[in-house]
Structure formats: structure tokens, C-alpha cells
């Protein structure tokens, strides 16, 4: 009886993954077409192909945790949970939105679900991170802050310092560099001596992995190892989960650096395909159940966008609110 639960719970468990990352692909696929529509305004950076890294992380950490993004944030905020429509209503710069209109794309914030950004200046978020665990740490919350940034973040200051920081104080941080191998439009290869990033942390004593950024299940797993180590009293853990975005860096790049050759190449192991196809082998999910998740996440994601637009703009007598803490 406890096996047959076990798997089934497993199996719940599985599938939930799955469906938060189908979730994210059409999320994005609508915002895109807003965007195109003139709905949403300001830069927009899509999470398509990255799914696997956001989904599986935030899978292994604990809600009371903390998660602080970087600028291609949707996915994750996605996977911990934030309403759809609430971040939609960002994305549109509505009162309803998570930051009330006020951020928009790269600013989500939502502080019931700790999600602490979401952040525009490449890398100026790992410093935050670091005061995050520095506070956990000095209140013996027992909590850990997992912390997403690209690969364009690693040539910065703010990068080296935090490392060191978070090194010499013990910080229970998991710092996951989300390498889609391209800074803009700048191969990773091209501006950093060593591409391998997970060596970097080597340099800072830190322990280091990198993982298939395209495989939710050693995305997960991976960072569950990382999570045990900080939450331990073992201080900081760095992954480097090498992935690949399958749309331009913003809705405004042309894509002139890289060939559509390697691009289908890397569509190729697309991870929700990919992970579909896992689950089909296993006998946890056939074609009745996958169309059934299809249409489930296509209402989602028309409910949310109806939301947004319905939604009022912020009112201008509103306009200094929000600056300060009030």
C-alpha cells in the first residue's frame, strides 16, 4: 500500500512539473503576442527554453524560503507560484499587477511567496541575495536563499564580491548561474577566459557543479543537494546549469550573432518535449492527459490576459507612492 501511494504521489509530482513548465512555454508565448499588439510596453525577455532550470530549482527549496531573480523573471516567479494574471497585470503596468504596475517585466516581486525580484541591473542582485542569507543566518531561521542569474552576470563585480562574501560568512546562499551561453548578443566564450563558469567558485572555495540546465529531474535534484549543504551550516553551494533560450534576448533582438542551424539544433532537446517523453515511457502520462494540461494552461493564460486588460492603470496623483516604504 505504501509503494502504490509513493508512486502515486511521485507520480502527482511528476506531472506537476511538467505542467508548470507548459505552463511558462505558453505564458510566454502569450506575452509575446501582447507585446506585438502594443500591450506591453518597455523591454520584454522570454523565458522559452529555460524552463527546466526555473521549475526544477524552485522545486527543491521550501516556500518559506527565499528566491531572488534576475531579469528574465516570469519563469520563475511562475514556478513559485505567483498568480498568472497578477503577473500578466505587471506586464502590462497595471494596478493589479505584483509590484501594482510599477515594474513591469523585470521588477516581479511578491513578498508572501518570497519572491524577492526580479531585478534590471545585470549581477546587482547577487549582493541582495547575500544580505538575504546573511539575515536568515544571524536569526537562525534555518531558511536559505536561492539565487538565479545569467551568464552575463559573471564577468561583474558584484559577482566576485558576493562569492566572497558569502564564502568567508558562511551564507546559506545557492547562487544558480543560468548559462544560455549568451550575454545579449556576446557568446560566453568570447568575453570569459574560462567558460566553464561552475570553476569560477572554485577561486572562492565554494563547492561547484554544473547540470543539464534542459533536464528538470537533475535540475531538481542538483539543487536539492545545494539546498541540504546551506541549509547545514555549510555555507554557500554554486551550480551552473547551462541551458538555451530559444527566443531573442528581448523582444528587440534580431538574433544576428547565431545561426538558426544552432538554434534547432538546441530546440532539439526541447525540455518539455523532452520530459513528455519521459513520463510517456514510464506510463505516467499518455495523450488524453496531455491535451486535457494543454487545455487547462491555454484557459490559465487567456484568464490572465483578459485580467490584465481589464485592469485599471495606475492613477497619476499615485505617483511618488511606493518610492519610499510607507
Sequence with gaps: MTTTRTRARNQTELLDLLRQMMLIRRFEEKSAEMYARGRIAGFLHLYIGQEAVGVGATAAVRADDYIVSHYRDHGQA?????????????????????????????????????????????????????????????????????????????????????????AIWRLPVVFLCENNLYGMGTNVRRVSAEPDIWKRACAYNIPAEQVDGMDVLAVRDLVRKAVDHARGDKGAYFIEAVTYRFRGHSMADPELYRTKEEVQKWRENDPIVRFRRLLEERGALDEKRFQQMESEIEQIVEDAAAFAEQSPHPDVSTLYEHVYKE
Excluded: W
Design 78 to 166: 511562475l514556478a513559485r507560484g505567483l498568480e498568472p494574471g497578477a503577473i500578466m497585470a505587471e506586464l502590462f503596468g497595471r494596478t493589479t499587477g505584483v509590484s501594482k504596475g510599477r515594474g513591469g517585466s523585470m521588477h516581479l516581486f511578491d513578498v508572501s511567496r518570497r519572491f524577492m525580484g526580479g531585478y534590471a541591473i545585470v549581477g546587482g542582485h547577487l549582493p541582495l541575495a547575500c544580505g538575504l542569507g546573511l539575515a536568515c543566518k544571524q536569526l537562525h531561521t534555518g531558511n536559505i536563499v536561492l539565487c538565479f542569474f545569467g551568464d552575463g552576470a559573471v564577468n561583474q563585480g558584484e559577482f566576485h564580491e558576493s562569492l566572497n562574501l558569502a
